[in-house]
């Protein structure tokens, strides 16, 4: 049982529990030390002797991968043998419809969007029972990712409403700051340019930090490994005198307090209407997108899918990303969202397209088509 198999064996245990972490709620946690994974078995008593072998099964030297945590939960617990787990319905946490409100708060989207996301989960069919909850021994055994998905839906809705084409958002924005301007007392209209550039901000700083602090990273441990009883000694003389250096070059380098821990949570950016600093968009309205007495109908009538075609069964990934081949918008929509759960991009891109492929069958029906008709005219 390596350590990452451990980290998986714990989110099989959250997700039976249906707790109210998510899988990268973990690895971020894992991240920020909260939970003991690099270097764990410096926590474990003195009386737990760890040499040979067992160096070979700590001795973690990457962060954990979401891919490959999720890939590890499903073998576990198909290793196991495990029961179907509790079912996910419309009031557990790991539900689309909750999770896609918690991440319009964190990323300072308007709640009237809400309205859009669960009709999306609805026609697609992903918030269903037998859909969301993880069976083991099924034939295909196989788990949502439920933040993914509920972040790619977001995605979605924000394609439905703006289009992200790197025209459309910016014309509804000059609507939105007309109106704003000449109705200060009404409910501001969501003015998309406003909200990029706060966010963009707010995000730059947020992968600084990110960036700095896993740079500043101590790999090595305080308390070393060794292959045996007889080099344990030889060992520790080597770590007491690294230790000792480190502390002299951190004086000399950085003379600056080291800033305490923060405890674990599961919002990373925070938004308040008392903040004068930065805008607060969780109260604006969208009814400058929306059409006039249809309060979920939009403007924009257009809609371009993230992905035409799909790779063979056979193939490993579902799509391919490229951010030369899409808008600028969908690129920085893409990298916040994936920043906050520390995901690739592609891998975020590929649900996206699956929850597409879902709603949109009419439109991959008719790409199907066209394709078929060209083979045979080059035949």
């Known amino acids: 049982m390596t350590v990452p198999s451990t980290l998986a064996f714990c989110y099989l245990a959250l997700l039976w529990q249906r707790e109210t972490i998510t899988l990268s709620d973990l690895l971020r946690f894992v991240e920020e030390d909260h939970i003991p994974y690099i270097n764990a078995f410096q926590h474990f008593p003195e009386e737990m002797k760890l040499y ?95 933040d993914v998905q509920a972040i790619a839906v977001i995605v979605i809705v924000l394609k439905l409403l703006f289009l992200l084409d790197d025209s459309l958002e910016w014309s509804l924005s000059t609507i939105a700051e007309k109106y704003n301007e000449e109705n200060k007392e009404d409910k501001p209209w969501f003015d998309f340019r406003k909200w990029y550039q706060v966010m963009k901000k707010s995000f730059d700083d947020k992968k600084q930090k990110w960036e700095e602090a896993r740079a500043k990273y101590v790999w090595k441990s305080e308390k070393p490994l060794y292959h045996s009883s007889i080099d344990r000694s030889v060992v520790y003389k080597r770590r007491e005198m690294v230790v000792n ?63 035409q075609k799909f790779c063979k069964s056979y193939c490993k990934h579902v799509t391919t990303y490229e951010e030369s081949n899409f808008s600028l918008s969908y690129q920085f929509i893409l990298n916040l969202f994936s920043f906050l759960l520390r995901i690739k991009t592609s891998f975020l891109h590929e649900e996206v397209s699956l929850i597409e492929k879902r709603l949109f069958k009419k439109k991959y029906s008719k790409t199907k088509k066209k394709s078929s008709r060209s083979r045979k005219v080059r035949k």
Not at 104 to 110: I, S
Not at 122 to 131: L, Q, R, T, Y
Not at 263 to 274: A, D, I, L, M, R
């Open 52 to 146: 040979g072998r067992d160096k070979g099964i700590f001795a973690v030297e990457s962060w954990p991968n979401y891919e490959d945590i999720h890939k590890k939960m499903i073998e576990v617990a198909t290793f196991l043998d495990l029961p179907r787990f509790p079912d996910i319905t419309e009031d557990c946490y790991l539900h689309p419809n909750i999770l896609c409100m918690k991440y319009l708060m964190e990323v300072n989207l308007p709640d009237e969007m809400h309205s859009f996301t669960c009709q999306v989960v609805k026609m697609a069919g992903i918030g269903e029972v037998d859909f969301l909850t993880f069976d083991p021994i099924a034939k295909m055994a196989k788990t949502v990712k439920y």
């Open 245 to 307: 250096l480190q502390k002299q070059f951190s004086t000399l380098v950085d003379s600056t307090p080291t800033v305490e821990k923060k405890s674990p949570s599961s919002f990373q950016f925070n938004w308040t209407e008392e903040d004068t600093d930065r805008t607060c968009f969780h109260g604006h309205s969208l009814q400058g997108i929306l059409k006039k007495g249809q309060s979920l109908t939009t403007k924009n009538s257009l809609y371009w899918l993230s992905t």
